[in-house]
């Protein structure tokens, strides 16, 4: 069973940083998964910040483009944050699935990262507030 765990979340001042990172349990092989970041406020729908996939392709949702950073290493993924606003004040997510599992739905990545019911496995979230 695979699990993801986040941490990294806090307060911070208009205008600064935080850095996430998210970390599976029960496998390794996180460069193996396409992934993403996600966010969430109440009353709205999970939108997707970032996703990067099994090759480094990365992708960005327009009001974050240019602040925010998705990366992994070997064992873990990670979203830097800078210049943050009160508005991407949220509960931030990370999700992540096997490769196979949109290729045999027919999507690829570039189409599909911002899709949450496309990702298998997520985290508990960590809440940023601006």
């Known amino acids: 069973q695979v699990q993801l765990v986040e941490s990294g979340g806090g307060s911070v001042q208009a205008g600064g940083s935080l850095k996430f990172s998210c970390v599976g349990s029960?496998?390794?092989?996180?460069?193996?998964?396409?992934m993403g970041w996600f966010r969430q406020t109440p009353g709205k729908e999970r939108e997707g910040v970032a996703g990067?996939?099994?090759?480094?392709e990365t992708r960005y949702v327009a009001s974050v483009e240019g602040r925010f950073t998705i990366s992994r290493d070997s064992t873990k993924m990670y979203l830097q944050m800078d210049s943050l606003k009160p508005e991407d004040s949220a509960m931030y997510y990370c999700?992540?699935?096997?490769?196979?599992?949109?290729?045999?739905?027919?999507?690829?990545?570039?189409?599909?990262?911002?899709?949450?019911?496309?990702?298998?496995?997520w985290g508990q979230g960590t809440q940023v507030t601006v």
């Open positions: 990067i996939d099994s090759d480094g």
């Open positions: 029960g496998y390794t092989y996180i460069l193996e998964k396409c």
């Open positions: 999700a992540a699935v096997e490769p196979m599992t949109w290729t045999l739905r027919g999507i690829d990545f570039a189409g599909s990262w911002r899709r949450k019911e496309e990702y298998s496995y």
